[in-house]
Nanobody, 125 residues
């Protein structure tokens, strides 16, 4: 059973910073964790992409966070991070960690999407 556990959320004033972490656990992963990412969902809104990072380090960001947020990962620790700087009230959301994990059998390799439970980020004006 794969678990993604987020940490690092909280309350911060506008202009401040937070660092989110998400660690995958539950089995031996080796190199099976492919893309990892962060998404967010505000009340009454759709879940939206914040940033993703491939296993080789290639990154992708939502336009709204470019230049302010940085995604990184430590493959040895099966962990992805999101450094959030210059936070704005509109960044207030529940942030969810996401991981694409491959499971290989003799017949085929199948990739599954896993989600964390979410961590609240609140930015006050």
């Amino acid at each position: 059973q794969v678990h993604l556990v987020e940490s690092g959320g909280g309350l911060v004033q506008a202009g401040g910073s937070l660092r989110l972490s998400c660690a995958a656990s539950g089995r031996r992963f080796g190199d099976s964790i492919k893309d990892m990412g962060w998404y967010r969902q505000a009340p009454g809104e759709q879940r939206e992409l914040v940033a993703t990072i491939a296993r080789d380090g290639r990154t992708n960001y939502a336009d709204s966070v470019k230049g302010r947020f940085t995604i990184s990962r430590d493959n040895a620790k099966n962990t992805v991070y999101l450094q959030m700087n210059s936070l704005k009230p509109e960044d207030t959301s529940v942030y969810y960690c996401n991981a694409l994990i491959a499971v290989a059998t003799i017949e085929r390799t199948t990739e599954y999407v896993h989600w964390g439970q979410g961590t609240q980020v609140t930015v006050s004006s």
